[in-house]
């Protein structure tokens, strides 16, 4: 009985010690701090030994010891210098052996030592190998469902499925943990190397996975490949940056845009971003850019910018694209420009963020988009803040909106249907005196280029820029004093030029203008600047609205002797100039005909016209009787082309 009690009681222990043992594995599992702890340094020669047995559950609890070793910075360098354990390559258990390494690559000075051991190729090895693996087993269960449907959905089949499924999903785990060595990519070298043997390849088909964890470490991998100017600068020399473009021409080859874009609109924040990251630094590229147009990426952006974490990435892409001409159209169809408005308005600090500007400077580019900034007194918000804060960027976008009222103008019939009238009159004094107090040259050239935007109908009711210029009577001293030769740059030039083309349109202004030394001051920088075609072109066009007043005209005729450089500039090598000059001319001649008579003027004009178009005719004239062509005449024959070699030539 005893014995038998003992059999039993014996039995009911070893069942206790079991079920404690189950209960400590899953303990374990539960918690893996309870794992760690159990591995010990001192120890690792046997969980070595562990390896070499052929019991695969034995090789598999030695490897996890040693992983959970690896996992405490403390171990890192006891465990690199063990030769015979960094020799280890047994691909039996390459996914913990990978995690391993992953915490060895983790520490950058143990990367030469891991380069030494070529942990990079083999792994690229195993990415490889796993590749295509997950290919082929794709095909598998894409053949199983074909099968199951061939059956009519019998239970066995269908379990089947779902036993391949539910092993699929263990494999991807495992699986999506070999990149996680990509950190050796931080060394350049260790980077040019993955990306001969096609590291992009592969990483483009990981892209097709669905974990999140592997999905943002090869959007990551794919950004770090495509730019990073930390790591360029020091290597500008060996052409680094063509292996850069090198990545970028492949990511586009194998559709990663695309494939970034498809997560760019997925639920998880953090793989947004980094698909956020990697498609800017692909923007760059146009073909790119019209791949993001073409997957209607603009509105999920524009929805992005309510979101604050999104938003310095999200306006960098939309700048990017918004670039392009036919792009800023699209934003006219989405909230962006409510949202870029509103960005805008209420930007905490003086200076708006450059991103934001340059998105709103862009768009404003577009009418209709600077016509939805000037609704619902959008313009007053914007004006008002820049009188406050001088910022040139918000000044070019007013500048801009400025463009867009004007070429309304231009294009309308008539003046009754130009719908706008009086929407700059509140602004016309506080700009001008915001120019006049500004030191800031690029700020200036922005003011003055939003006044030279304004037409009669812009200005307050009953006002005229001839009663300003009366009442405010620095401004005409003010823009004398900015063409003074050496004062100011050729863009102010330019700027004041066309500021004072828009005052020509009121008669009114003519003989302010001629009490001024405007007139001699254009004469002198249309002397100086006989090389820059755009300053040239505006100083005629200015010149012609100044001839259709008297005051002016007498002025440019007779005060400044203008004619003589005016009839130099005829033949100037720019169509347009030559186009403009042609018409002053015109005008001129038209003023100095008198009773069917033409003057002085008009025949200057009319010889000059003749020399230009018989120009080849007269360069011969010229060369057939200069001496030196008549003597080397003479020594070659007369013979060499006929006694009526000059007659013919007259002829003709």
């Known amino acids: ?142 053949q199983l469902e074909d099968t199951i449907a061939k059956a009519n959905h019998e239970p066995d089949v269908l379990a089947k499925l779902k036993a391949e499924a539910k092993k699929s999903k263990k494999r991807a785990k495992k699986q999506d943990q070999l990149l996680v060595l990509f950190n050796l990519s931080e060394d350049i070298h260790t980077e040019r190397k993955m990306v001969k043997k096609k590291i992009v390849h592969f990483l483009a088909k990981m892209l097709d996975r669905v974990t999140p964890d592997l999905v943002m470490l090869t959007l990551g991998f794919l950004k770090k490949l495509r730019y990073d100017d930390r790591r360029i600068v020091p290597f500008m020399s060996n052409g680094v940056r063509s292996v850069f473009e090198e990545n970028k021409d492949a990511m586009i080859e194998l559709q990663v845009p695309e494939k970034a874009i498809r997560y760019v609109k997925c639920n998880h924040d953090k793989t947004v971003q980094v698909a956020l990251k990697l498609l800017f630094n692909l923007s760059w590229d146009a073909r790119v850019r019209d791949t993001m147009v073409k997957n209607s990426l603009v509105p999920k952006l524009v929805e992005l910018l309510k979101k604050p974490p999104f938003r310095a990435l999200t306006l960098r892409i939309l700048y990017h694209l918004s670039m392009d001409d036919r792009c800023k159209s699209m934003f006219t169809y989405t909230e962006a420009i409510p949202i870029v408005m509103q960005l805008v308005i209420n930007f905490p600090q003086n200076m708006v963020a450059k991103e934001l500007m340059a998105l709103a400077v862009n768009l404003s580019v577009n009418g209709r988009n600077a016509e939805m900034m000037a609704q619902n007194k959008g313009l007053d918000a914007l004006v008002t803040r820049v ?79 001839d009663k300003i210029l009366a009442q405010y009577y620095t401004v005409i001293p003010f823009l004398n004093k900015l063409l003074v030769p050496g004062f100011s740059q050729d863009d102010i030039v330019l700027q004041v030029i066309m500021f004072v083309s828009a005052l020509m349109l009121e008669p009114k202004c003519a003989p302010l203008i001629t009490s001024s030394r405007l007139v001699r001051s254009f004469h002198t920088v249309f002397q100086d600047k006989q090389t820059d075609h755009e300053i040239m072109l505006q100083l005629l066009f200015c010149f012609y609205r100044m001839l259709r007043h008297p005051e002016t005209l007498d002025e440019v005729l007779y005060g400044t002797n203008m004619l003589p450089d005016l009839l130099l500039a005829a033949d100037a090598t720019n169509a347009e100039v030559r186009r403009m000059c042609d018409s002053v001319l015109d005008v001129i001649l038209d003023h100095d005909i008198h009773e069917g008579e033409v003057g002085e003027f008009g025949r200057q004009i009319r010889r000059r016209r003749f020399e230009i178009h018989n120009a080849e005719y007269w360069n011969m004239m010229h060369h057939a009787a200069s001496p030196t062509a008549f003597h080397d005449d003479e020594e070659d024959g007369q013979d060499r082309d006929g006694p009526d070699h000059g007659y013919h030539h007259t002829r003709k």
């Open 1 to 142: 009985m005893s014995s038998s009690g003992g059999g039993v009681k014996a039995k009911s222990t070893v069942r206790r010690s079991s079920r404690s043992e189950d209960r400590d594995d899953q303990r374990k599992e539960k918690d893996p701090l309870a794992s760690r702890q159990l591995s010990n340094p001192d120890d690792l020669d046997l969980y070595m030994e562990k390896l070499y047995e052929e019991d695969m559950e034995s090789k598999l609890d030695g490897i996890t010891q040693i992983l959970n070793l690896s996992e405490y910075g403390a171990n890192i360098e006891m465990l690199v210098q063990n030769e015979a354990l960094m020799y280890k390559k047994n691909y039996d258990f390459t996914l913990h052996m990978m995690r391993i390494f992953w915490c060895y690559s983790n520490f950058l000075q143990l990367h030469p030592i891991l380069s030494n051991y070529r942990i990079g190729a083999i792994t690229l090895k195993i990415v490889d190998f796993e590749v295509k693996r997950h290919q082929l087993r794709v095909e598998e269960e894409k």
């Open 387 to 465: 009188l406050r804060t001088r910022d040139v960027l918000l000044m070019k976008c007013i500048r801009n909106i400025s463009q867009w009222s004007y070429s309304l103008q231009e294009d309308a019939a008539s003046e009754k249907m130009y719908k706008h009238k009086g929407l700059w009159a509140p602004y016309v004094v506080p700009l001008l005196e915001l120019a006049q107090s500004s030191d800031n040259h690029d700020f200036v050239v922005e003011i003055l280029g939003v006044l030279g935007n304004l037409t009669p109908n812009d200005l307050p009711a009953k006002t005229s820029w």
